[in-house]
């Protein structure tokens, strides 16, 4: 191996291990909030985002908003789902994902055999301590208005999520009647903030 080659090899690889860090980092940091469905990886999503509004704009329940300046410059005007006041409608013609010119957002490529799935945008769990079916009222909201078969089904009159079919849509956390409610909503990720605080010195925390 010549000198060139060694250079542009060693090179390479430092280049990779910079990318791998730079793309933990924003992993770590997109916890905090969950992105429209259909986002592609979050460091790829912030390069082909433009902060054009075209994907707020376009959604008719007005579920996606813009993060606030205050998370720093490199996300201020992305789009995030307001899952915590709202549940995503899971739109058949995904009009968010179509507004997208630049395809942050952008539908996976199916054949006319398949069935396109639906996104995994986050994930859902219920209180049984507060959920009032599991304290002994009825109810049953919550799994009146889930748009995905067999996500959210009564079992022996209780509320039971099925964490392989459920993809995180918030309408279940919308419908809960309870306040706090007995649904909460995290995104896919929330753990890499852990990861993150743990891996961080004393002098840094």
């Not at 010549?2 to 730079?22: C, G, I």
């Not at 799994?143 to 849509?169: N, S």
């Amino acid at each position: 191996m010549d000198r060139r080659e060694f250079f542009r090899r060693s090179f390479s690889k430092a280049s990779e291990t910079v990318v791998k860090h730079v793309d933990a980092k924003v992993s770590a940091r997109a916890a905090r909030w969950i992105r429209p469905p259909y986002a592609i990886v979050e460091l790829e999503f912030l390069l082909a985002c433009t902060r054009c509004n075209a994907c707020i704009d376009a959604c008719p329940h007005d579920v996606i908003f813009p993060l606030a300046s205050r998370l720093g410059v490199e996300v201020a005007g992305t789009p995030s789902l307001d899952l915590l006041h709202q549940g995503c409608h899971l739109c058949e013609d995904w009009p968010c994902v179509n507004a997208c010119e630049t395809k942050a957002l952008s539908l996976p490529e199916v054949n006319k055999a398949q069935t396109l799935s639906f996104p995994n945008l986050a994930h859902a769990e219920i209180d049984t301590k507060t959920c009032l079916p599991y304290l002994g009222p009825e109810c049953g909201a919550c799994v009146e208005v889930c748009p995905v078969p067999d996500a959210l089904t009564l079992q022996l009159e209780k509320p039971v999520i099925d964490q392989v079919l459920c993809v995180g849509c918030g309408m279940c956390h919308e419908a809960c009647i309870l306040e706090p409610k007995a649904v909460r909503i995290t995104s896919l990720h929330s753990h890499l903030i852990e990861d993150e605080h743990s891996n961080e010195s004393p002098d840094n925390v």
